[in-house]
């Protein structure tokens, strides 16, 4: 066993997140009636005539249920539900610690590779929590799974929003990023060449928030394994292209560029990696990069990040660069899923619209005053998380 594998096994050891903490701390004879039988009984049947006291007066509507089923695991892949749970129980801690503890959470690891199973599941133990974090799920059914859960959250007597963070998650961090980065290098965002490596869950809602933002349809260019996607490509009716990608292709590269990365990449501005730690590493190569526009901003996203390719990046001349894993410029969705989930229980928000994911966004980047080559985002904190959940809270007030 290598040092670094002890260490993260001796932090890890009972656990990182402790549940059932009783925020009661003494039970006496004439409280104990109220807390149980027989008063309670008086309390459940507020909440059978009106289900959303509970985010007031239960833990349950302030709990996040972090949910996977283990099939798309950091750079792992499908290591099943055992294999996911230190990082869904991480997860839950970053709740808890970045929120200072006023959102709770708790992780779920499923033992079903089957949508449709995973999608009942999910639903039917809905009604314990206040909202429902989706997690290493591989794609495309991580795009369906969303959208169904979507759709029957929300028609429950009380709603209960849900959101993928591998999608709106590493999207919302990323383009705050690029909004810092942006200003560093001088450009708009409405004018740069922007080229996405990666057509996953990732890749296809940044592409999404980048049309959000401001980008140009016209000047953006998505790559899957095989190359460009453009609207008339043979295989993007075949079922894997169903959820995303087929709507991407229509909306970017109108011209219909051809290839691989090396064979779009020259005049870009812009160049965000959201595949694989193997495939980057082979695709992202010193003449790929020197095609590129001078003052050149990279945003290697995969987890991990291979090191080495960083370090290459930087000599190949990027004015800024961004990863996924190490400081400086470490783009981790942990920056945002806790304010994100905060503003959305606190505003008793019915679902998660693009309208707040993007109000958290401006949030997130307008928490580094004057950005830096080395600082496009801020460091994870509550003061950061309290100023994403105030956005998020207010945007979705203002959709009602």
Same mark, same amino acid.
């Given at each position: =066993?290598?040092?670094?594998?002890?260490?993260?096994?001796?932090?890890?050891?009972d656990?990182?997140?402790?549940? @059932?903490?009783?925020?009661?701390?003494?039970?006496?004879?004439?409280?104990?009636?109220?807390?149980?039988?027989?008063?309670?009984?008086?309390? %459940?049947?507020?909440?059978q005539?009106?289900?959303?006291l509970?985010?007031?007066?239960?833990?349950?509507?302030?709990?996040?249920?972090?949910?996977?089923?283990?099939?798309?695991?950091?750079?792992?892949?499908?290591?099943?539900?055992?294999?996911? =749970?230190?990082?869904?129980?991480?997860?839950?801690?970053?709740?808890?610690?970045?929120?200072?503890?006023?959102i709770?959470?708790?992780?779920? %690891?499923?033992?079903?590779?089957?949508?449709?199973?995973?999608?009942r599941?999910?639903? $039917?133990?809905?009604?314990?929590?206040? &909202?429902?974090?989706?997690?290493?799920?591989?794609?495309?059914? %991580?795009?369906?799974?969303?959208?169904?859960?979507?759709?029957?959250?929300?028609?429950?007597?009380?709603?209960?929003?849900?959101?993928?963070?591998?999608?709106?998650?590493t &999207?919302?961090?990323?383009?705050?990023?690029?909004?810092?980065?942006?200003? @560093?290098?001088?450009?708009?965002?409405?004018?740069?060449?922007?080229?996405?490596?990666?057509?996953? &869950? &990732?890749?296809?809602?940044?592409?999404?928030?980048?049309?959000?933002?401001?980008?140009?349809?016209?000047? +953006?260019?998505?790559?899957?394994s095989?190359?460009?996607?453009?609207?008339?490509?043979?295989?993007?009716?075949?079922?894997?292209?169903?959820?995303?990608?087929?709507?991407a292709?229509?909306?970017?590269?109108?011209?219909?560029?051809?290839?691989?990365?090396?064979?779009?990449i020259?005049?870009?501005? @812009?160049?965000?990696?959201?595949?694989?730690?193997?495939?980057?590493?082979?695709?992202?190569?010193?003449? #790929?990069i020197?095609?590129? $526009?001078?003052?050149?901003? @990279?945003?290697?996203?995969? $987890?991990?990040?291979?090191?080495?390719?960083?370090?290459?990046?930087?000599?190949w001349?990027?004015?800024? /660069?961004?990863?996924?894993s190490?400081?400086?410029?470490?783009?981790? $969705? =942990?920056?945002v899923?806790?304010? +994100?989930?905060?503003?959305?229980?606190?505003?008793? #928000?019915?679902?998660?619209?693009d309208? =707040?994911?993007?109000?958290?966004?401006?949030? /997130?980047?307008?928490?580094?005053r004057?950005?830096?080559?080395?600082?496009i985002?801020?460091?994870?904190?509550?003061?950061?998380?309290r100023?994403?959940?105030?956005?998020v809270?207010?945007? #979705?007030?203002?959709?009602?």
């Amino acid at each position: =066993m290598d040092e670094v594998t002890s260490k993260a096994l001796e932090l890890h050891k009972d656990g990182k997140i402790a549940t @059932v903490v009783p925020r009661r701390k003494r039970v006496t004879p004439e409280t104990l009636p109220y807390f149980y039988t027989p008063h309670v009984a008086k309390v %459940c049947k507020e909440f059978q005539a009106n289900p959303s006291l509970r985010r007031e007066y239960s833990h349950s509507g302030r709990t996040v249920a972090v949910i996977s089923d283990g099939t798309r695991v950091l750079g792992l892949g499908d290591i099943g539900p055992f294999g996911a =749970m230190p990082v869904m129980e991480g997860k839950s801690m970053l709740f808890i610690s970045f929120t200072g503890g006023k959102i709770n959470s708790f992780p779920l %690891c499923l033992g079903t590779k089957d949508p449709e199973e995973f999608i009942r599941t999910v639903i $039917n133990v809905a009604p314990s929590f206040g &909202a429902i974090n989706l997690e290493d799920i591989s794609q495309p059914k %991580c795009f369906y799974i969303l959208e169904r859960l979507r759709d029957e959250l929300r028609r429950l007597s009380t709603p209960i929003p849900v959101w993928h963070d591998d999608q709106q998650g590493t &999207a919302a961090v990323v383009l705050a990023g690029l909004l810092n980065a942006l200003k @560093v290098a001088g450009k708009k965002i409405g004018d740069v060449q922007i080229v996405v490596n990666g057509a996953g &869950a &990732a890749g296809l809602r940044i592409t999404d928030y980048l049309l959000l933002l401001g980008a140009k349809g016209g000047n +953006i260019i998505v790559l899957d394994s095989k190359g460009a996607i453009y609207a008339s490509r043979e295989d993007m009716g075949a079922p894997e292209s169903k959820y995303k990608k087929q709507l991407a292709a229509d909306r970017t590269n109108p011209s219909s560029r051809r290839g691989a990365l090396a064979d779009v990449i020259a005049g870009a501005d @812009v160049l965000i990696s959201a595949s694989s730690p193997a495939e980057v590493e082979r695709v992202i190569t010193q003449d #790929a990069i020197r095609k590129m $526009n001078p003052n050149s901003v @990279v945003f290697v996203v995969e $987890n991990p990040t291979p090191k080495q390719l960083l370090e290459n990046l930087k000599a190949w001349g990027v004015r800024v /660069l961004a990863n996924g894993s190490f400081a400086p410029n470490q783009v981790n $969705n =942990m920056l945002v899923f806790p304010g +994100i989930m905060w503003g959305v229980i606190d505003s008793g #928000a019915k679902e998660i619209t693009d309208e =707040m994911v993007i109000a958290g966004v401006k949030a /997130l980047a307008a928490s580094v005053r004057a950005p830096t080559e080395t600082e496009i985002v801020p460091l994870p904190s509550i003061k950061v998380s309290r100023k994403i959940a105030r956005a998020v809270a207010k945007a #979705a007030k203002t959709q009602s």
